[in-house]
């Protein structure tokens, strides 16, 4: 009765979202835009958007997301952050896009500062969320591409004059794609030219993110996301093969419903009657802990690299994250990483969090071509 009542406030996919008849086969063609006011900063206009973009696997598809902008801009045109956001949920009605508060359920941070800067926020859905699933969670190449793909269709607004300069912004899963942005860049979207990468808590060590799941409290809502995401997206990962039998239907349950939305909360009770592990099987080992370990950012970043990581975090430890940035710097990479006391995984990108103001100023650094600095 309780996820009956809650579902009733789920958001609607209207067809805003629906694949045209044709569809171009160039990434980041821009399909079409609206106007959308919902929970946006005061002296800013903002718009959705659907665009195409590649899957994992190579195959065309389209994705949806949302631009923001001053209201009185500056003269000339403006750089572009590129915004890819936390975890939201799997169902295509977890889109931003289509949520209440569009901004807090993915947790970006300085949205207002932002916009006072005179910068263009760029945010993709992803995959599957707006536009037609599956959603593959987690799955680095997928959510990189769309990335890049939303400023391409970006560009083409006629409301807007963008820069050619794009700074990527990621947290949590959005980190991960983030990273995974910065891999693909330069082979994949060159004309893009990402001038930095900000990944803040990223979900990078993907198996032992998983393996930590059961020690979260709800950490099984997000289990159940991964699950599923990548059953859906590869066919050798099986979901019974992974989920304990007494708990699939619920797991199942809880994939369907998103994070930000009142029917969570029938996923919190839930995740209470999981009694033990989600998982029959280590998620680490198999099919499975073979395509987390895939989906880990591990190509080179060409771009000046900002990791922003809150030692108080319980979801993405930080000790998973400190073996992440030395195994980048081991490789030659370069990693200004820095961490923050007394910060939990979203209070890392809270308005109180002293990554927020260091996070604006590195990006201007970054904009007005100052060298970065390196922590290996």
Same mark, same amino acid.
């Given at each position: ?12 996919? !209207? ?27 005061? #002296? ?46 799997? !169902? ?58 939303? +400023?391409?269709?970006?560009? *083409?607004?006629?409301?807007?004059? @963008? ?6 912004? #990621?947290?949590?899963?959005?980190? #991960? ?6 891999? @693909? ?27 930590? @799941?059961?020690? +979260?409290? #709800? ?8 699950? *599923? ?13 992974? +989920?304990?039998?007494?708990? *699939? ?29 989600? &998982?029959?099987?280590?998620?680490? %080992?198999?099919?499975? %802990? ?5 989906? +880990? ?13 809150? @030692? ?13 940035? *030395? ?34 100023? &590195? ?14």
């Amino acid at each position: 009765a309780l996820s009956l009542r809650a579902n009733q406030g789920a958001p609607v996919v !209207d067809a805003f979202y629906a694949a045209p008849e044709q569809l171009p086969a160039t990434p980041g063609a821009l399909l079409r835009s609206e106007p959308m006011s919902r929970a946006i900063p005061a #002296g800013a206009q903002a718009w959705r958007i659907l665009y195409t973009t590649t899957r994992a696997d190579g195959v065309p598809a389209i994705a949806s997301g949302l631009v923001v902008a001053s209201s009185t801009p500056p003269p000339g045109p403006r750089p572009v952050i590129a915004w890819a956001h936390g975890t939201t949920g799997v !169902d295509q009605s977890c889109a931003p896009s289509l949520l209440t508060d569009p901004f807090a359920a993915g947790a970006i941070p300085a949205l207002d500062q932002v916009v006072a800067n005179g910068w263009v926020l760029v945010a993709t859905d992803y995959i599957g969320l707006g536009s037609a699933g599956p959603h593959a969670y987690l799955v680095g190449q997928q959510a990189g591409r769309a990335v890049l793909d939303a +400023v391409r269709a970006a560009r *083409q607004m006629p409301e807007l004059s @963008l820069a050619e300069q794009s700074v990527v912004w #990621g947290h949590s899963q959005g980190g #991960g794609a983030a990273l995974w942005t910065g891999v @693909l860049a330069p082979s994949y979207a060159p004309d893009v030219n990402v001038v930095g990468v900000a990944a803040l808590a990223p979900a990078s060590n993907l198996p032992g993110l998983v393996s930590n @799941l059961d020690v +979260v409290p #709800g950490g099984a809502i997000f289990g159940s996301y991964v699950i *599923q995401g990548f059953s859906d997206t590869y066919p050798d990962v099986r979901f019974d093969d992974y +989920v304990r039998p007494t708990a *699939q239907l619920l797991a199942r349950e809880m994939a369907s419903r998103c994070l930000a939305e009142p029917a969570v909360f029938s996923s919190v009770l839930e995740s209470l009657l999981i009694e033990g592990s989600l &998982w029959s099987q280590d998620p680490a %080992g198999g099919a499975f %802990g073979e395509r987390l370990q895939e989906n +880990v950012p591990s190509g080179p970043i060409v771009a000046p690299l900002l990791i922003g990581q809150g @030692l108080g975090d319980e979801l993405v430890l930080p000790t998973m994250q400190d073996a992440y940035v *030395q195994s980048r710097c081991a490789a030659g990479g370069q990693v200004d990483y820095r961490t923050y006391a007394g910060f939990d995984h979203v209070g890392v990108v809270g308005a109180d969090s002293p990554l927020v103001p260091e996070l604006l100023a &590195w990006t201007q650094e970054r904009l007005d071509g100052e060298p970065a600095r390196s922590s290996c």
